[in-house]
Nanobody, 111 residues
Framework: QVQLVESGGGLVQPGGSLRLSCAAT????????IDWYRQVPGKEREWVAA???????NVADSVKDRFTISRDNAKNTVYLQMNDLKAEDTAIYYC?????WGQGTQVTVSS
């Protein structure tokens, strides 16, 4: 019913920036929340940010000074702008709506 596709990951140097996208297809509820998570393979998944339908953002304390979540409802897309990236941000980033997860996009921060 709902599919989510992440994109925008890649290799970036410390201090650099990336913008991740989460494109949603299918019928969504009128008031829905999209979450971003990240996970290093073999380690526990970490919640990063969330945004509701009207664009109210919430960002984890660990990244709130550097990451911004936003959405473009006309494009059915949620974005995660990541600035001043650090090595510890290296992970696979996933978006989620309820039980629906995207496939993930790899972010690697390395000099």
């Amino acid at each position: 019913q709902v599919q989510l596709v992440e994109s925008g990951g890649g290799l970036v140097q410390p201090g650099g920036s990336l913008r991740l996208s989460c494109a949603a297809t299918g019928t969504l509820p009128s008031l829905y929340i999209i979450d971003w998570y990240r996970q290093v393979p073999g380690k526990e998944r970490e919640w990063v940010a969330a945004i509701d339908r009207v664009g109210t953002p919430n960002v984890a304390d660990s990244v709130k000074d550097r990451f911004t979540i936003s959405r473009d409802n006309a494009k059915n897309t949620v974005y995660l702008q990541m600035n001043d990236l650090k090595a510890e941000d290296t992970a696979i980033y996933y978006c989620r709506q309820g039980p629906i997860w995207g496939q993930g996009t790899q972010v690697t921060v390395s000099s």
